[in-house]
Nanobody, 122 residues
């Protein structure tokens, strides 16, 4: 069973950047497909992006529009989300997720982090 811990959230002005990190432990990180979800107040949780276990393929939600990049370092058991050109509508709690299935990591991953708050001021 893998444990996930996010970090890197915070308050940033519109147009700014943040890099989120997700540190994994308790499992073979390189076996897991990884993803980021977010949930804004009053809205449903949505998938932001996901990356396959070997980093060979990734998915991005339409709203990302080239602003975010997901990447992973299997040697460090860590996944990252680089977010640029942040907008107030990106304000949400961002969650790291993992699953052995790429299909599931995009929809109903088995493992979740506790979340990190990202707030973008206008």
């Amino acid at each position: 069973q893998v444990q996930l811990v996010e970090s890197g959230g915070g308050l940033v002005q519109a147009g700014g950047s943040l890099r989120l990190s997700c540190a994994a432990s308790g499992g073979t990180f390189s076996s897991y497909n990884m993803g980021w979800f977010r949930q804004a107040p009053g809205k449903e949780r949505e998938v932001v992006t996901a990356i396959k276990w070997d980093g060979g393929s990734s998915y991005y939600g339409d709203f990302v529009k080239g602003r975010f990049t997901i990447f992973r370092d299997n040697a460090k058991n860590t996944m990252y989300l680089q977010m640029n050109s942040l907008q107030p509508e990106d304000t949400a709690v961002y969650y790291c997720a993992a699953d052995l299935s790429y299909f599931k990591v995009l929809r109903i991953p088995d493992y979740w982090g506790q979340g990190t708050q990202v707030t973008v001021s206008s």
